[in-house]
């Protein structure tokens, strides 16, 4: 987690989008530099905060000084000696680096290379051949999986010496307590079996379709969905494959992404969309800073970036930015939204204390983002953003919008929640 930085938050520098997005020697130098000093920063004020509000802060009746005490008193990493913080810091460097750079390549075409974006998402999108599937699939996770194992099991034991010692058994006990809840595990034990029924239906739904598409030798009707058949390398978003199974198939097709290239649309014009999208409900334009020192789009100069989108607050009222690797699809024009969503809840909370300035809880934030972009979706708004030429009442277009709705979900991937960043 990056904590608040050597001096006022509001005057943290670190290497983000528009500073230098690359991956190279210098600039994981300058992100374990930051990570550095905001636990130097962490550590300084939240021993403060335990000498003189540990026997008694929680019997505060004020929730909001309660919230304040117990974020500013967790050290987390800031707890671990200084070799152990540099080897921490290090880690999480070293894992970003190999998650961001792997690359599959073909054996019998040495030149050929393939990155995760954008070429290995294209192909997990695109190619029905469940060859070339099953070899971009296993390849990256091979390539990503076999030399990350060690490093994730180093940090998570650092992590969770690290959170021991603010009172916590281990980082994920850590991370449940930003839920407030005593009975989150168990909640969640409730919401699935409420899911579960729906889930089960749309997983043998479409794993029928793919068995009418691969047939015996790859689908086993009663058992799993292979993951690399699922649209993504996580096999949680499915709206790849929307193609495939679709009901009423000789109805207009929801999936605009023809459109939006017909119609010339690019990256800007992408989140001058979602721009619009979130003025018309009467929130907040994005700053100038946003338009100015966001990435949108994937550097033409053959920098090695982090491609997974994330939102960003600079937590100096006025700086919000957009990592994202963007391309023309309707997928990415939700994940514009989703992503905007992030930004326009930083931009609601600017004005809180520091400590207030992060979601209710991290499932709150991923929820506002979601709930925006499958807004984005409804044949109704594609046919007033000028992806639809006509919208009817039928029942079929209804039905297929909300399979394509149920297939949607955001991969959010981060090997630890971010002071600065939301996915």
Same mark, same amino acid.
């Given at each position: 987690?990056?904590?608040?930085?050597?001096?006022?938050?509001?005057?943290?520098?670190?290497?983000?989008?528009?500073?230098?997005?690359?991956?190279?020697?210098?600039?994981?130098?300058?992100?374990?530099?930051?990570?550095?000093?905001?636990?130097?920063?962490?550590?300084?004020?939240?021993?403060?905060?335990?000498?003189?509000?540990?026997?008694?802060?929680?019997?505060?009746?004020?929730?909001?000084?309660?919230?304040?005490?117990?974020?500013?008193?967790?050290?987390?990493?800031?707890?671990?000696?200084?070799?152990?913080?540099?080897?921490?810091?290090?880690?999480?460097?070293?894992?970003?680096?190999?998650?961001?750079?792997?690359?599959?390549?073909?054996?019998?075409?040495?030149?050929?290379?393939?990155?995760?974006?954008?070429?290995?998402?294209?192909?997990?999108?695109?190619?029905?051949?469940?060859?070339?599937?099953?070899?971009?699939?296993?390849?990256?996770?091979?390539?990503?999986?076999?030399?990350?194992?060690?490093?994730?099991?180093?940090?998570?034991?650092?992590?969770?010496?690290?959170?021991?010692?603010?009172?916590?058994?281990?980082?994920?006990?850590?991370?449940?307590?930003?839920?407030?809840?005593?009975?989150?595990?168990?909640?969640?034990?409730?919401?699935?079996?409420?899911?579960?029924?729906?889930?089960?239906?749309?997983?043998?739904?479409?794993?029928?379709?793919?068995?009418?598409?691969?047939?015996?030798?790859?689908?086993?009707?009663?058992?799993?969905?292979?993951?690399?058949?699922?649209?993504?390398?996580?096999?949680?978003?499915?709206?790849?494959?929307?193609?495939?199974?679709?009901?009423?198939?000789?109805?207009?097709?929801?999936?605009?992404?023809?459109?939006?290239?017909?119609?010339?649309?690019?990256?800007?014009?992408?989140?001058?969309?979602?721009?619009?999208?979130?003025?018309?409900?009467?929130?907040?334009?994005?700053?100038?800073?946003?338009?100015?020192?966001?990435?949108?789009?994937?550097?033409?100069?053959?920098?090695?970036?982090?491609?997974?989108?994330?939102?960003?607050?600079?937590?100096?009222?006025?700086?919000?930015?957009?990592?994202?690797?963007?391309?023309?699809?309707?997928?990415?024009?939700?994940?514009?939204?989703?992503?905007?969503?992030?930004?326009?809840?930083?931009?609601?909370?600017?004005?809180?204390?520091?400590? =207030?300035?992060?979601?209710? *809880?991290?499932?709150?934030?991923?929820?506002? @983002?979601? $709930? +925006?972009? &499958? !807004?984005?979706?409804? #044949?109704?708004?594609?046919?007033?953003?000028?992806? =639809?030429?006509?919208?009817? *009442?039928?029942?079929?277009?209804?039905?297929? @919008?909300? $399979? +394509?709705? &149920? !297939?949607?979900?955001? #991969?959010?991937?981060?090997?630890?929640?971010?002071?600065?960043?939301?996915?």
């Amino acid at each position: 987690m990056d904590e608040a930085g050597p001096s006022d938050p509001e005057s943290l520098q670190v290497a983000a989008p528009g500073d230098d997005d690359g991956l190279g020697p210098r600039q994981s130098s300058l992100r374990e530099e930051a990570a550095l000093l905001s636990q130097e920063f962490a550590e300084v004020w939240g021993q403060k905060a335990k000498a003189l509000f540990d026997p008694i802060w929680q019997n505060f009746t004020n929730p909001t000084l309660r919230r304040i005490i117990s974020a500013v008193r967790t050290l987390g990493p800031a707890n671990l000696p200084l070799e152990e913080r540099q080897q921490y810091n290090s880690l999480l460097s070293n894992m970003s680096r190999i998650y961001s750079t792997a690359k599959v390549c073909f054996p019998n075409k040495t030149a050929t290379c393939w990155s995760l974006d954008p070429e290995l998402t294209n192909i997990l999108a695109a190619s029905r051949s469940y060859a070339l599937l099953l070899y971009a699939w296993e390849g990256w996770h091979n390539a990503v999986g076999i030399p990350l194992k060690p490093l994730y099991q180093n940090f998570t034991a650092l992590s969770n010496a690290a959170y021991r010692q603010d009172g916590f058994s281990d980082t994920g006990a850590y991370w449940r307590s930003w839920y407030d809840s005593p009975t989150f595990t168990e909640d969640l034990e409730h919401l699935y079996h409420q899911l579960e029924p729906l889930y089960l239906n749309l997983h043998a739904y479409v794993r029928r379709a793919l068995h009418r598409r691969y047939g015996d030798r790859f689908i086993n009707l009663r058992g799993p969905i292979p993951a690399h058949l699922l649209g993504d390398m996580w096999a949680q978003s499915w709206d790849r494959i929307y193609d495939m199974v679709v009901p009423f198939s000789d109805k207009p097709n929801l999936d605009v992404t023809s459109t939006m290239v017909q119609k010339g649309w690019n990256a800007t014009h992408m989140f001058r969309v979602a721009e619009e999208f979130f003025t018309s409900l009467g929130l907040l334009p994005m700053p100038p800073e946003f338009w100015a020192e966001s990435m949108l789009e994937k550097p033409s100069d053959g920098r090695e970036v982090v491609c997974h989108a994330s939102a960003w607050d600079f937590y100096n009222r006025k700086d919000f930015r957009i990592k994202q690797c963007t391309q023309v699809t309707m997928d990415q024009l939700s994940t514009v939204h989703h992503e905007m969503g992030h930004v326009q809840y930083y931009l609601q909370y600017k004005d809180q204390h520091v400590s =207030l300035r992060q979601g209710a *809880n991290p499932g709150f934030h991923e929820a506002i @983002g979601d $709930v +925006l972009a &499958l !807004s984005v979706s409804t #044949p109704a708004h594609l046919y007033k953003i000028g992806l =639809l030429d006509h919208v009817t *009442n039928d029942r079929e277009p209804s039905i297929r @919008g909300s $399979v +394509l709705q &149920l !297939s949607e979900t955001k #991969p959010t991937l981060t090997l630890e929640p971010s002071f600065m960043s939301q996915m």
